[in-house]
Protein backbone atom coordinates (compact mmCIF):
# COMPACT_ATOMS: atom_id res chain seq x y z
CA UNK A 1 0.00 0.00 0.00
CA UNK A 2 1.34 3.31 -0.91
CA UNK A 3 1.12 6.74 1.47
CA UNK A 4 -1.08 9.61 0.42
CA UNK A 5 2.88 10.97 -0.77
CA UNK A 6 3.60 8.82 -2.88
CA UNK A 7 0.66 9.11 -5.20
CA UNK A 8 1.09 9.68 -8.60
CA UNK A 9 -1.31 11.85 -10.93
CA UNK A 10 -3.01 9.55 -13.24
CA UNK A 11 -2.42 11.68 -15.74
CA UNK A 12 0.48 11.20 -15.81
CA UNK A 13 0.09 7.12 -16.87
CA UNK A 14 -1.75 8.78 -19.85
CA UNK A 15 1.62 10.61 -20.55
CA UNK A 16 4.03 8.04 -20.15
CA UNK A 17 2.25 5.44 -21.97
CA UNK A 18 1.50 8.02 -25.29
CA UNK A 19 5.14 8.78 -24.88
CA UNK A 20 7.73 7.90 -22.37
CA UNK A 21 9.85 11.24 -23.33
CA UNK A 22 6.55 13.69 -23.29
CA UNK A 23 6.21 12.04 -19.85
CA UNK A 24 9.49 13.15 -18.53
CA UNK A 25 9.54 16.38 -20.08
CA UNK A 26 6.11 17.20 -18.35
CA UNK A 27 6.71 15.02 -14.92
CA UNK A 28 10.49 15.24 -14.31
CA UNK A 29 11.61 18.40 -15.66
CA UNK A 30 8.72 20.34 -15.46
CA UNK A 31 8.97 21.16 -18.85
CA UNK A 32 5.48 22.79 -20.71
CA UNK A 33 4.39 24.18 -24.00
CA UNK A 34 0.94 25.39 -25.06
CA UNK A 35 -0.56 25.01 -28.27
CA UNK A 36 -4.25 25.19 -29.98
CA UNK A 37 -4.42 21.50 -29.83
CA UNK A 38 -3.75 21.76 -25.78
CA UNK A 39 -5.42 24.95 -25.29
CA UNK A 40 -8.96 23.38 -26.56
CA UNK A 41 -8.26 20.25 -24.13
CA UNK A 42 -7.74 22.75 -21.38
CA UNK A 43 -10.77 24.56 -22.35
CA UNK A 44 -13.15 20.92 -22.72
CA UNK A 45 -11.30 19.88 -19.14
CA UNK A 46 -12.03 22.37 -17.53
CA UNK A 47 -15.67 22.57 -18.60
CA UNK A 48 -16.25 18.96 -17.60
CA UNK A 49 -14.21 19.13 -14.44
CA UNK A 50 -16.70 21.46 -12.67
CA UNK A 51 -17.95 19.83 -9.43
CA UNK A 52 -21.13 19.27 -9.83
CA UNK A 53 -23.99 16.56 -9.73
CA UNK A 54 -26.72 16.33 -12.07
CA UNK A 55 -29.54 13.87 -12.05
CA UNK A 56 -31.81 12.42 -14.82
CA UNK A 57 -33.89 9.54 -14.81
CA UNK A 58 -32.30 6.31 -13.41
CA UNK A 59 -28.36 7.91 -14.23
CA UNK A 60 -26.60 10.82 -11.69
CA UNK A 61 -23.92 12.57 -13.30
CA UNK A 62 -20.89 13.38 -11.11
CA UNK A 63 -18.07 15.73 -12.29
CA UNK A 64 -14.99 16.97 -11.25
CA UNK A 65 -14.85 13.54 -9.06
CA UNK A 66 -11.22 12.85 -6.81
CA UNK A 67 -10.07 9.69 -7.30
CA UNK A 68 -7.60 7.74 -5.36
CA UNK A 69 -5.85 4.22 -5.15
CA UNK A 70 -3.74 3.55 -2.11
CA UNK A 71 -3.19 -0.03 -3.72
CA UNK A 72 -1.61 1.55 -6.89
CA UNK A 73 -0.17 4.67 -5.82
CA UNK A 74 -2.39 6.87 -7.90
CA UNK A 75 -4.69 10.12 -7.60
CA UNK A 76 -6.48 12.34 -9.93
CA UNK A 77 -9.98 13.98 -11.17
CA UNK A 78 -12.27 12.31 -12.84
CA UNK A 79 -13.73 14.22 -15.88
CA UNK A 80 -17.44 12.51 -14.97
CA UNK A 81 -18.34 9.55 -13.18
CA UNK A 82 -21.85 8.31 -14.13
CA UNK A 83 -23.66 6.06 -11.36
CA UNK A 84 -26.48 3.78 -13.25
CA UNK A 85 -28.79 2.58 -11.09
CA UNK A 86 -29.21 -1.38 -10.82
CA UNK A 87 -32.72 -3.10 -11.15
CA UNK A 88 -33.74 -5.02 -8.41
CA UNK A 89 -33.59 -7.87 -9.86
CA UNK A 90 -30.11 -7.77 -10.62
CA UNK A 91 -28.22 -10.77 -8.59
CA UNK A 92 -25.72 -10.69 -7.03
CA UNK A 93 -25.60 -6.87 -6.74
CA UNK A 94 -23.22 -5.29 -8.22
CA UNK A 95 -23.24 -1.78 -7.19
CA UNK A 96 -22.66 0.29 -4.20
CA UNK A 97 -25.13 2.65 -2.51
CA UNK A 98 -24.88 6.23 -2.38
CA UNK A 99 -25.28 8.90 0.49
CA UNK A 100 -29.18 9.95 0.75
CA UNK A 101 -30.52 7.78 -2.17
CA UNK A 102 -31.92 4.96 -2.63
CA UNK A 103 -30.86 1.73 -4.31
CA UNK A 104 -27.72 0.55 -5.86
CA UNK A 105 -25.73 2.11 -8.70
CA UNK A 106 -22.90 1.00 -10.92
CA UNK A 107 -19.99 3.65 -11.49
CA UNK A 108 -19.58 4.60 -15.67
CA UNK A 109 -16.64 6.43 -15.89
CA UNK A 110 -15.97 8.92 -18.56
CA UNK A 111 -13.02 10.83 -20.11
CA UNK A 112 -13.14 13.68 -22.36
CA UNK A 113 -10.89 13.93 -25.31
CA UNK A 114 -9.80 17.17 -27.46
CA UNK A 115 -8.99 15.19 -30.81
CA UNK A 116 -10.03 11.33 -31.97
CA UNK A 117 -9.22 7.85 -30.91
CA UNK A 118 -5.28 7.42 -30.77
CA UNK A 119 -3.54 4.26 -32.13
CA UNK A 120 -1.95 3.87 -28.63
CA UNK A 121 -4.01 2.60 -26.26
CA UNK A 122 -3.21 5.31 -23.77
CA UNK A 123 -6.67 7.27 -23.21
CA UNK A 124 -8.13 3.18 -22.40
CA UNK A 125 -5.06 2.85 -19.90
CA UNK A 126 -5.94 6.58 -18.30
CA UNK A 127 -9.81 5.38 -18.08
CA UNK A 128 -8.99 1.49 -16.61
CA UNK A 129 -6.78 3.57 -14.18
CA UNK A 130 -10.10 5.33 -12.84
CA UNK A 131 -12.07 2.53 -12.81
CA UNK A 132 -9.63 1.12 -10.89
CA UNK A 133 -9.43 3.91 -8.63
CA UNK A 134 -13.54 3.54 -8.80
CA UNK A 135 -13.44 -0.39 -7.49
CA UNK A 136 -11.29 0.54 -4.77
CA UNK A 137 -12.89 3.58 -3.18
CA UNK A 138 -16.37 2.18 -3.64
CA UNK A 139 -15.81 -1.49 -3.38
CA UNK A 140 -18.23 -2.65 -6.47
CA UNK A 141 -17.60 -3.69 -9.85
CA UNK A 142 -16.71 -1.02 -12.47
CA UNK A 143 -16.70 -3.20 -15.84
CA UNK A 144 -17.35 -0.72 -18.51
CA UNK A 145 -16.39 3.30 -19.41
CA UNK A 146 -16.41 5.93 -22.32
CA UNK A 147 -14.40 8.08 -24.12
CA UNK A 148 -15.50 11.21 -25.46
CA UNK A 149 -13.80 12.70 -28.60
CA UNK A 150 -14.50 15.95 -29.46
CA UNK A 151 -13.04 16.05 -33.06
CA UNK A 152 -15.95 13.52 -33.55
CA UNK A 153 -18.52 14.59 -30.89
CA UNK A 154 -19.06 10.73 -30.12
CA UNK A 155 -18.43 8.83 -27.20
CA UNK A 156 -16.92 5.30 -27.79
CA UNK A 157 -17.56 2.65 -24.84
CA UNK A 158 -14.58 -0.03 -23.63
CA UNK A 159 -15.20 -2.56 -21.49
CA UNK A 160 -12.65 -3.11 -18.79
CA UNK A 161 -11.62 -6.88 -19.77
CA UNK A 162 -8.71 -9.01 -18.26
CA UNK A 163 -6.68 -7.75 -20.85
CA UNK A 164 -7.33 -4.06 -20.50
CA UNK A 165 -6.91 -4.41 -16.57
CA UNK A 166 -3.70 -6.40 -16.74
CA UNK A 167 -1.86 -3.89 -19.46
CA UNK A 168 -2.66 -0.98 -17.56
CA UNK A 169 -1.67 -2.14 -14.18
CA UNK A 170 1.72 -3.10 -15.95
CA UNK A 171 2.06 0.59 -16.87
CA UNK A 172 1.51 1.86 -13.42
CA UNK A 173 4.60 -0.17 -12.32
CA UNK A 174 6.29 0.80 -15.27
CA UNK A 175 5.07 4.71 -13.93
CA UNK A 176 6.36 3.98 -10.70
CA UNK A 177 9.56 2.66 -11.73
CA UNK A 178 10.29 5.33 -13.89
CA UNK A 179 9.58 8.16 -11.37
CA UNK A 180 12.30 6.28 -8.86
CA UNK A 181 14.75 6.37 -11.63
CA UNK A 182 13.88 10.08 -12.57
CA UNK A 183 15.55 9.66 -16.34
CA UNK A 184 14.47 11.22 -19.66
CA UNK A 185 14.85 9.12 -22.31
CA UNK A 186 16.54 10.02 -25.57
CA UNK A 187 13.76 11.22 -28.27
CA UNK A 188 12.43 9.07 -31.43
CA UNK A 189 10.56 10.99 -33.83
CA UNK A 190 6.85 9.77 -34.85
CA UNK A 191 5.38 11.05 -37.03
CA UNK A 192 2.54 11.75 -33.83
CA UNK A 193 5.49 14.19 -32.82
CA UNK A 194 4.23 17.00 -35.08
CA UNK A 195 1.04 18.03 -32.80
CA UNK A 196 3.15 17.73 -29.89
CA UNK A 197 3.16 21.05 -27.85
CA UNK A 198 6.67 20.35 -26.68
CA UNK A 199 8.09 19.58 -30.14
CA UNK A 200 10.46 22.57 -29.87
CA UNK A 201 11.58 21.50 -26.46
CA UNK A 202 11.74 17.66 -27.53
CA UNK A 203 13.90 18.33 -30.42
CA UNK A 204 13.24 14.65 -31.65
CA UNK A 205 14.06 16.06 -35.27
CA UNK A 206 17.54 16.78 -34.29
CA UNK A 207 18.61 15.06 -31.20
CA UNK A 208 17.66 11.56 -32.89
CA UNK A 209 20.19 9.46 -32.74
CA UNK A 210 20.09 8.24 -36.60
CA UNK A 211 19.80 12.13 -37.66
CA UNK A 212 22.34 14.39 -37.30
CA UNK A 213 22.53 18.04 -37.19
CA UNK A 214 23.90 18.76 -39.59
CA UNK A 215 21.89 16.33 -42.09
CA UNK A 216 18.72 18.18 -40.33
CA UNK A 217 19.76 21.80 -41.12
CA UNK A 218 20.74 20.61 -44.39
CA UNK A 219 16.90 19.27 -45.10
CA UNK A 220 15.73 22.23 -43.66
CA UNK A 221 17.37 24.73 -45.67
CA UNK A 222 16.30 22.13 -48.65
CA UNK A 223 12.34 22.43 -47.74
CA UNK A 224 12.65 26.13 -47.53
CA UNK A 225 14.36 26.04 -51.20
CA UNK A 226 11.59 24.27 -52.80
CA UNK A 227 8.87 26.59 -51.11
CA UNK A 228 10.62 28.79 -53.08
CA UNK A 229 11.01 27.34 -56.35
CA UNK A 230 14.67 27.16 -55.86
CA UNK A 231 17.22 23.77 -55.42
CA UNK A 232 20.62 23.74 -53.61
CA UNK A 233 23.62 23.33 -55.99
Not at 84 to 108: C, I, M, Q
Request: charged residues 25%.
Amino acid sequence: MFQEEDLLPISALQHLAFCERQWALIHLEGLWSENVLTAEGRHLHARADQPSTEVRGNIRTARGLRLRSLRLGLSGIADVVEFHRLAKSENPPAGTSLPGVSGLWRPFPVEYKRGKPKAEPCDEIQLCAQALCLEEMLNCAVPSGALFYGKHQKRYDRNFDEALRTLTESWIDKLHDRTRDRETPAPVYEKKCDNCSLFGLCLPKILHSSHSAARYCENSVRDNLKDTGNNLP
